[in-house]
């Protein structure tokens, strides 16, 4: 059995109120909640928040009946294992055992239906503890990410023999992003974080990439959704 999960708090720093912020015609977190919706290999749906009405927003849609969130992991400070753990927990309680869980960032709106079921098919064929979506680096530490030494000179952060004068002899390097994270429920059990296990990643266009955590994060995002819609690949 397959528990798809959004986790989404009600208050937010950068931009109040986000999660359930119109996008487009739609609130935020809806543009996540519709594909785990849409997917005919998830099972069950289930918010997770502090937030009692994006929480009745989510029975509404067809959620399961978790609960709101217990004030420890409600702020900004808990760490989202703990959050997929609870939910997880709750979950059970209703449903009884599940094999995986995938829990899509409700803040990563560009996600497209073919990336969740893309990093599912990895995740049948690999058979990981967890898939993590990625995408490459724009910056890496082998050639143009910089620190300061006790003098105040800067110098690569990680120098390799020889240097590297060229990004294309670099090692490759990827930014974990939100867009989906597919996990195997054992592991999820046992582990205290992300990884302790075999992680492998799901790598996504950085155009895909973004995630709401400013308001110019919004604009942007907004304005790269517009041409989603526009190309049908959004409804």
Not at 96 to 108: K, Q
């Amino acid at each position: 059995m397959i528990i798809g999960h959004i986790g989404a708090r009600g208050g937010s720093k950068g931009v109040p109120g986000k999660n359930f912020k119109n996008l487009h015609g739609k609130p935020l977190i809806d543009w996540s909640l519709d594909q785990l919706f849409a997917s005919n290999d998830i099972d069950h749906v289930v918010v997770s928040t502090d937030d009692p009405e994006m929480y009745e927003h989510g029975l509404k849609r067809g959620g399961l009946d978790i609960g709101l969130r217990p004030a420890h992991l409600a702020n900004d400070t808990a760490g989202k294992w703990d959050v997929w753990q609870h939910a997880l927990e709750e979950v059970e309680k209703i449903t009884g055992p599940a094999s995986t869980f995938i829990d899509l960032d409700c803040t990563s709106p560009l996600r497209l239906q073919e990336d969740l079921d893309g990093a599912l098919a990895l995740y049948n064929s690999q058979k990981p503890d967890m898939v993590m979506s990625c995408c490459e680096s724009r910056k890496n530490p082998y050639f143009n990410i910089l620190e300061l030494d006790d003098g105040g000179s800067l110098h690569v952060s990680k120098p390799l023999p020889g240097g590297v004068v060229a990004r294309q002899q670099a090692p490759k390097v990827l930014d974990h992003v939100g867009l989906v994270y597919i996990l195997n429920t054992d592991y999820l059990r046992r582990a205290t974080s992300l990884f302790q296990g075999r992680v492998i990643p799901y790598e996504v266009p950085n155009e895909r990439g973004l995630d709401v955590d400013s308001p110019i994060d919004w604009e942007i995002i907004a304005f790269l959704m517009g041409r989603q819609i526009a190309q049908g690949l959004k409804g």
